[in-house]
Antibody, heavy 124, light 107 residues
Framework: QITLKESGPTLVKPTQTLTLTCTFS??????????VGWIRQPPGKALEWLAL???????RYSPSLENRLTITKDTSKNQVVLTVTNMDPVDTATYYC????????????????WGQGTLVTVSS | DIQMTQSPSSLSASVGDRVTITCRAS??????LNWYQQKPGKAPNLLIY???SLQSGVPSRFSGSGSGTDFTLTISSLQPEDFATYYC?????????FGGGTKVEIK
C-alpha cells in the first residue's frame, strides 16, 4: 500500500522560504518510471501542479513558478522536499504531494495516491 | 504549457441523473487525460486514467471518453456520494496541468 504524508510549517511570513517534506512508503523512488509530484490548492480554488521529480533525479517545474521552486529527493529516507522561495500571501494554499504512477510499458501516467495535504498560510 | 478548460464550472443534478463533464485541451494530448474526484477537505482521488481506463475500485457508473483535444467524464446514475468537485489533468506533457474543476451539487 502506497502512502504519502506532507509535513512543514503551517504559517510563514511574506518573503520567507517554505520547505515542505513528503515522506512516503510502499514504493521506491529508485524504481524506473516512478515519480513524486507536488500540487497545491488555494482555499476554494482549483488544483495547480508545481513540480515533479523522477526516479533518475530528472526534475520538472511549473513554468509560472520555476524560478522559485526547488525539488529534491532523499531515496534512503523515502522523502521528497519542495522549497518555495519568496513566499507571498497568494501562495496560501493546501500543498499536496502525490505518487506518479504509470502503466508499465507505456507512458500513460497519473497522480495516485495523494497525501492528506498540509495547509500553509502566508501572513505577517 | 498545455491549458485545460473544463465545462461547466458547476452543475446541479438529482440522484439518478446522468451527468456529463467536458474537458478541452489547448493542443492534442492523445489519450493522456486523467479525471479526479475531490470531496471537501479531502485530497483528490483518481477516477479515470488514459482517458477511459477505470481506476481499480472506482464504481462502473463512472466512465471517460475522448482523445485529441476533447474529453468527457460521464456519471451514468448520480449517487449521493458523487456530489463533489471533478478535475481533469493532462499527462501528455511532463509539465502537468489541471482543469479549473466542475462542482457537482445537489438540485
Amino acid at each position: 500500500q502506497i502512502t504519502l504524508k506532507e509535513s512543514g510549517p503551517t504559517l510563514v511570513k511574506p518573503t520567507q522560504t517554505l520547505t515542505l517534506t513528503c515522506t512516503f512508503s510502499g514504493f521506491s523512488l529508485s524504481t524506473s518510471g516512478v515519480g513524486v509530484g507536488w500540487i497545491r490548492q488555494p482555499p476554494g480554488k482549483a488544483l495547480e501542479w508545481l513540480a515533479l521529480i523522477f526516479w533518475d533525479d530528472d526534475k520538472r517545474y511549473s513554468p509560472s513558478l520555476e524560478n522559485r521552486l526547488t525539488i529534491t529527493k532523499d531515496t534512503s529516507k523515502n522523502q521528497v522536499v519542495l522549497t518555495v522561495t519568496n513566499m507571498d500571501p497568494v501562495d496560501t494554499a493546501t500543498y499536496y504531494c502525490a505518487h506518479r504512477g504509470l502503466v508499465v510499458g507505456t507512458t500513460y501516467n497519473w497522480f495516485d495516491p495523494w497525501g492528506q495535504g498540509t495547509l500553509v498560510t502566508v501572513s505577517s | 504549457d498545455i491549458q485545460m478548460t473544463q465545462s461547466p464550472s458547476s452543475l446541479s443534478a438529482s440522484v439518478g441523473d446522468r451527468v456529463t463533464i467536458t474537458c478541452r485541451a489547448s493542443q492534442s494530448i492523445s489519450s493522456y487525460l486523467n479525471w479526479y474526484q475531490q470531496k471537501p477537505g479531502k485530497a483528490p482521488n483518481l477516477l479515470i486514467y488514459a482517458a477511459s481506463s477505470l481506476q481499480s475500485g472506482v464504481p462502473s457508473r463512472f466512465s471517460g471518453s475522448g482523445s485529441g483535444t476533447d474529453f468527457t467524464l460521464t456519471i451514468s446514475s448520480l449517487q449521493p456520494e458523487d456530489f463533489a468537485t471533478y478535475y481533469c489533468q493532462q499527462s501528455y506533457s511532463s509539465l502537468a496541468t489541471f482543469g479549473g474543476g466542475t462542482k457537482v451539487e445537489i438540485k
